[in-house]
């Protein structure tokens, strides 16, 4: 392990109440959230930490955090010879503090408490809610080589996508010298940025932060406690306010990454892990996407046409059409059903065939898909139970919607957990 990742603790900001992926975040916090049919948003920041030699983590939640914890009690254990540990800090009321987190740096002042007797020289502040594979051991090295105070790692966007983020200019040593948050359309050109050859043909011009932070221990703490001891953001606060006083150093990086903020990012990202060459890259040997061992059967398939699609493990599926599509661990799918464009998260747990039987009786679906369904353009949350000859239809044709059991957002249809759609139900 280098010496520079062994100097650095890693804390992983869980978000708020995720209410732009509502309702899968209906029952569990932003990172808990299921991608790529048998991960969680949270893997990926940590599995970054640990391809990175950084074994060292706190993840900050507040929110719907039970499956968040049992995912990580669950799933990252160290050597009993080693120091790495992932640890959950909830929002925790206290004799001198009363308020939940306000914000991103309120957030991590409140867990300074917890982290400042450990031995370390960096703090990597990460975000919960991002799809990316990235060395931080480069980015540390960089920092410590150009004596930053503080790092913060950039991409390169376009200037359609300049106005969703918090852009920043630079000097010849990549310095940054002024930081604007969401800039509008009109003054985008004085925030055009060199950012190298390849991404100017790619007219990504403008350098957006991507909300990855690297602060010299010394300065995170008097940052927050001293310095700025009411700013509750990040973005909005203390990289602006540490511009003119601090060496703030941009880390360029061109690789893939995407912000997992709303539905149709979320909805985006999964299915472009069904290309024939994804971005998001899961069969690299070096960088592993780590999550639950879950001990599975592998998936058995019978008389159906796929077309890219990502399977996970345990499933059972009869269906007779499934194209592009992410179908998650212990999918069952019925005889007969075509599925196009569609995300299932699939099932905690089989049933037998006795619980099927009695709960046919009783008018219940099998959980799973059933037999001559039609589902387009749709999220399956997890445990639902799907009839016979149910039909959802997402599109643009479809207005934003709140169903009891389903949501509409920019025409995808969302069905939520557990939710269970009786024969020939319609979307």
């Known amino acids: 392990m280098s010496s520079i990742s062994k100097n650095t603790v890693a804390v992983i900001l869980g978000g708020g109440a ?16 299921p991608i790529a ?11 970054n930490c640990i391809n990175s030699n950084i074994n060292r983590m706190f993840v900050l939640t ?7 914890n049992k995912h990580i009690k669950n799933t990252y254990h160290f050597s009993a010879f080693s120091t790495g540990f992932v640890d959950i800090l909830a929002a925790e009321q206290t004799p001198d503090n009363q308020s939940w987190f306000q914000g991103t740096a309120d957030a991590v002042r409140k867990g300074l408490k917890h982290i400042e007797n450990l031995d370390f020289d960096y703090v990597l502040i990460l975000s919960g809610d991002q799809l990316y594979q990235m060395d931080f051991g480069e980015m540390i090295k960089a920092h410590k080589n150009s004596n930053a105070d503080l790092s913060i790692a950039t991409i390169p966007v376009n200037e359609r996508d300049a106005t969703d983020f918090g852009i920043m200019k630079t000097n010849e040593e990549n310095i940054i010298t002024s930081f604007i948050e969401k800039p509008k359309r009109e003054v985008l050109s004085d925030w055009i940025s060199d950012t190298g050859e390849q991404m100017k043909k790619e007219h990504r011009n403008y350098l957006a932060s991507m909300g990855i932070y690297v602060f010299n221990r010394q300065v995170l703490f008097d940052f927050l406690q001293n ?11 203390i990289i602006p306010n540490s511009i003119a006083n601090y060496k703030v150093i941009s ?7 995407t912000d997992i903020g709303n539905i149709a990012s979320f909805f985006e990202a999964n299915l472009l892990l069904t290309s024939e060459i994804p971005q998001f890259n899961l069969f690299d040997n070096t960088r592993t996407v780590y ?6 059967p592998p998936a058995k398939i019978s008389g159906t046409t796929l077309e890219k699609t990502v399977i996970a493990e345990g499933c059972i599926i009869h269906a007779s059409r499934i194209e592009n599509c992410i179908v998650g661990i212990r999918s069952r799918i019925g005889h007969g059903t075509t599925i196009l464009n569609a995300y299932l998260m699939g099932n905690d747990f089989y049933e037998t065939i006795e619980e099927m039987a009695n709960n046919l009786l009783k008018g219940k679906p099998k959980i799973g898909i059933g037999e001559r369904c039609y589902i387009k353009d749709a999220i399956i949350d997890k445990n639902c139970r799907i009839g016979n000859d149910v039909r959802i239809n997402g599109g643009r044709h479809l207005e934003n919607y709140e169903h009891e059991l389903y949501t509409i957002k920019e025409g995808i249809v969302v069905i939520k957990k557990g939710a269970i759609l009786p024969d020939g139900f319609v979307v």
């Open 62 to 68: 507040q929110f719907n955090s039970a499956s968040l």
């Open 291 to 296: 999550t639950r061992p879950r001990m599975l």
């Open 227 to 237: 310095v700025h001891p009411h700013a509750t953001d990040f973005g909005k606060e």
């Open 18 to 33: 995720g209410t732009r992926l509502y309702p899968l975040t209906m029952a569990r916090s932003k990172p808990a959230v």
């Open 37 to 47: 049919g048998k991960y969680r948003l949270v893997d990926i920041p940590i599995s």
């Open 251 to 257: 880390y360029q990086y061109d690789g893939y990454w």
